[in-house]
């Protein structure tokens, strides 16, 4: 629906190769910004090439090869320029002289092919001075509130074994994170729209015990972010592994047989049992955030093999040649069923469509949380300073801990969508459900059909069936 439909299989992949080696460069460039060495070395070495290039002659190989390059470098400048903000604005801007010289790429990188040389057009030195009274001055005729200094608050003192940039105790004594607290509240909506969902159009029951553990998750994180008890971090890390075990025993459990379902279910309950035993022996949040993506990474990739194995028409041949053969002896049956396995295709290529739009959807926004929750623990003092300068209410959208739990939120969300369609899709129910999501800013939810009068109590087309 959302995608057209001339993207297929190979496509796919190549959007997914084509988005790692994104990654990758991203990664390489986070990594070269964080020192100014880092910056020159990467501008040396795509000017180097390009010196090289000129030296051995202009091919048509080598103006690709120029073409790509001008497209690093843009890059390189753009995301250093991205991170000197974050390093520079939390300065304290004592040696105000200092200059960081930032190379500036052309804005059409595309004029490459004309250019003759390195496609470094000039060369600006911001002073650390500078830059800070160009960030706050765009806030300055904004009207504020100054931030209270801490105080003393009534869940004092803080027995969590980590805490979040935003200040404690600022604006109540009642919470100890304001904002983040607040923005849990998505979650227990979102959870209640889910289970509602689970009851009015009969999904399967693991889908409210996903929703149950979906609403652990945001109480937990709630009252965590309310009093920074350790108690209450036990139960706001420790849903989330329960959460995402629960999603692994639904995705690999579904057609299996009851003893290994059983087997499952066992071994995915010591694995929750032991990772709860260690993480409090250990009491170190870096163990927490690995295991938590491990688990998330699994249930992901197992439930889009799932999907693709066994929604795909190409996977389903083998299906098609033997209902074929078993029919031939009737060809007005065999004209009839062709007709009706063509339809499923081309419905079930819709539906994937649909899926993998909601998929880079939910994947985008659960990614782009977890950047952000990352420039929130390396930049704080950046963050806090800055959000002293423009005061309140403008600060609150600087506290990026509480925009991770709204897109993490969020994706999480789309996830438990996703799988509960799915899992009416392998039922072959796709006739009687339908994804609901009008607008990509909204929240999508999956719904029975109202059944046509040419359909009978198990979503089986009547023409079908007489025949």
């Given at each position: 629906m959302l995608l057209t439909h001339s993207i297929g299989w190979q496509q796919k992949v190549g959007f997914l190769m084509g988005a790692s080696k994104s990654l990758g460069v991203y990664l390489v460039l986070y990594v070269a910004s964080k020192n100014c060495v880092g910056k020159q070395v990467m501008t040396n070495a795509v000017t180097n090439v390009y010196i090289d290039m000129e030296g051995s002659g202009t091919t048509t190989s080598t103006n690709t090869h120029r073409h790509s390059l001008n497209r690093i470098a843009w890059l390189l400048s753009s995301y250093s320029t991205v991170t000197s903000v974050f390093d520079t604005i939390g300065s304290s801007c004592v040696e105000s002289t200092h200059s960081l010289s930032t190379p500036v790429i052309c804005a059409d990188p595309d004029q490459a092919s004309a250019h003759p040389g390195p496609f470094l057009c000039a060369s600006i030195e911001l002073s650390c001075a500078n830059r800070v009274t160009m960030a706050s001055g765009l806030l300055s005729h904004l009207p504020s509130v100054p931030y209270p200094p801490s105080q003393a608050g009534r869940w004092s003192p803080v027995t969590s074994t980590i805490n979040w940039c935003e200040e404690d105790y600022y604006a109540?004594?009642?919470?100890?994170?304001?904002?983040?607290?607040?923005?849990?509240?998505?979650?227990?909506?979102?959870?209640?729209?889910?289970?509602?969902?689970?009851?009015k159009d009969e999904h399967d029951k693991v889908f409210i015990v996903a929703y149950i553990g979906y609403l652990l998750t945001g109480t937990g994180s709630f009252f965590f972010h309310s009093t920074l008890k350790y108690p209450m971090q036990l139960i706001d890390e420790l849903s989330m592994i329960y959460t995402t075990c629960l999603m692994n025993y639904a995705t690999f459990s579904f057609s299996r047989t009851p003893r290994f379902r059983l087997a499952l279910a066992s071994g995915l309950t010591f694995l929750a049992l032991f990772i709860t035993l260690y993480y409090h022996y250990l009491q170190d949040p870096t163990f927490h955030q690995i295991t938590y993506a491990i688990l998330t990474i699994i249930v992901f990739f197992r439930a889009v093999w799932v999907m693709?194995?066994?929604?795909?028409?190409?996977?389903?041949?083998?299906?098609?040649?033997?209902?074929?053969?078993?029919?031939?002896?009737?060809?007005?049956?065999?004209?009839?069923?062709?007709?009706?396995?063509?339809?499923?295709?081309?419905?079930?290529?819709?539906?994937?469509?649909?899926?993998?739009?909601?998929?880079?959807?939910?994947?985008?926004?659960?990614?782009?949380?977890?950047?952000?929750?990352?420039?929130?623990?390396?930049?704080?003092?950046?963050?806090?300073?800055?959000?002293?300068?423009?005061?309140?209410?403008?600060?609150?959208?600087?506290?990026?801990?509480?925009?991770?739990?709204?897109?993490?939120?969020?994706g999480g969300y789309f996830y438990i969508v996703w799988c509960t369609w799915l899992r009416h899709c392998l039922n072959y129910r796709q006739d009687d459900y339908e994804l609901i999501w009008p607008r990509w800013l909204s929240m999508p939810v999956v719904s029975r059909q109202c059944r046509s009068r040419g359909t009978d109590d198990h979503g089986m087309h009547k023409s079908k069936k007489q025949i």
């Open positions: 109540t004594v009642y919470s100890a994170e304001v904002v983040n607290t607040l923005t849990n509240l998505l979650f227990m909506y979102l959870a209640a729209k889910g289970i509602y969902s689970c009851v693709e194995v066994n929604m795909r028409p190409r996977f389903r041949r083998n299906r098609k040649s033997e209902d074929s053969s078993s029919l031939r002896s009737n060809s007005v049956r065999v004209g009839a069923e062709k007709a009706e396995l063509e339809r499923e295709d081309e419905r079930d290529r819709a539906i994937l469509r649909q899926m993998w739009t909601m998929i880079a959807w939910g994947l985008s926004i659960f990614l782009g949380g977890f950047l952000l929750w990352h420039l929130d623990r390396e930049h704080c003092h950046t963050l806090r300073n800055w959000r002293r300068q423009i005061g309140m209410p403008w600060g609150f959208f600087l506290e990026l801990h509480g925009w991770w739990h709204i897109m993490t939120g969020t």
